[in-house]
T-cell receptor
Framework: DAKTTQPNSMESNEEEPVHLPCNHS???????IHWYRQLPSQGPEYVIH???SNVNNRMASLAIAEDRKSSTLILHRATLRDAAVYYC???????????????FGQGTILTVHP | NAGVTQTPKFRILKIGQSMTLQCTQD?????MYWYRQDPGMGLKLIYY???????DKGEVPNGYNVSRSTTEDFPLRLELAAPSQTSVYFC?????????????FGDGTRLSIL
């Protein structure tokens, strides 16, 4: 699996936008970029994913660089409930021999201040 | 919506004891996974299953066994518990292995072996 690099931690204030970066310089053409987050004492939950174009959903936006070697997860207005560990994960579009498994790094710990 | 349900939520075992961690999903998903998460780390894959009757090893299978007799259930068995198996265990499922399908996680089983 291609490797991703994320900052260990970031901080934000409530109701401000948050930009969480992810570098994936060895991404292949068939890798999708996925983001999951893990709230304290809970299992990971899916946030968003994309291939080449920017993506929006009710939780967040995903901005993907033109060369696809980096991406940014954008939380438009952080709330206290957004405090979590955010994982950037690459997945082959067809699953391949990975059988759909997720390879987690250490992620970014997001702290949101009131 | 139940999603992925794990039981028990907490357990303390003595060294050498055995136990079964239960996981069930009600989404008719074919693919199921067991991960473990050690403190401050990302999740690591223990075993996975691509359908009833089919299982295979992940990254860290030693000391564990699984079975998949039904689509809904994917229990994880610890034989001869060791302190190194103290961890949080997460079960996950997905409909297909391709990257357009998110994985759904349970809330975890926190296991301590003393």
């Amino acid at each position: 699996d291609a490797k991703t690099t994320q900052p260990n931690s970031m901080e934000s204030n409530e109701e401000e936008p948050v930009h969480l970066p992810c570098n994936h310089s060895t991404i292949s053409g068939t890798d999708y970029i996925h983001w999951y987050r893990q709230l304290p004492s809970q299992g990971p939950e899916y946030v968003i994913h994309g291939l080449t174009s920017n993506v929006n959903n009710r939780m967040a936006s995903l901005a993907i660089a033109e060369d696809r070697k980096s991406s940014t997860l954008i939380l438009h207005r952080a709330t206290l409930r957004d405090a979590a560990v955010y994982y950037c994960i690459l997945r082959d579009y067809a699953g391949g021999t990975s059988y759909g498994k997720l390879t987690f790094g250490q992620g970014t710990i997001l702290t949101v201040h009131p | 919506n139940a999603g992925v349900t794990q039981t028990p939520k907490f357990r303390i075992l003595k060294i050498g004891q055995s136990m079964t961690l239960q996981c069930t999903q009600d989404m008719n998903h074919n693919y199921m996974y067991w991960y473990r998460q050690d403190p401050g780390m990302g999740l690591k894959l223990i075993y996975y299953s691509v359908g009833a009757g089919i299982t295979d090893k992940g990254e860290v299978p030693n000391g564990y066994n699984v079975s998949r007799s039904t689509t809904e259930d994917f229990p994880l068995r610890l034989e001869l518990a060791a302190p190194s198996q103290t961890s949080v265990y997460f079960c996950a499922s997905t409909l297909r292995r391709d990257s357009n399908q998110p994985q759904h996680f349970g809330d975890g089983t926190r296991l301590s072996i003393l």
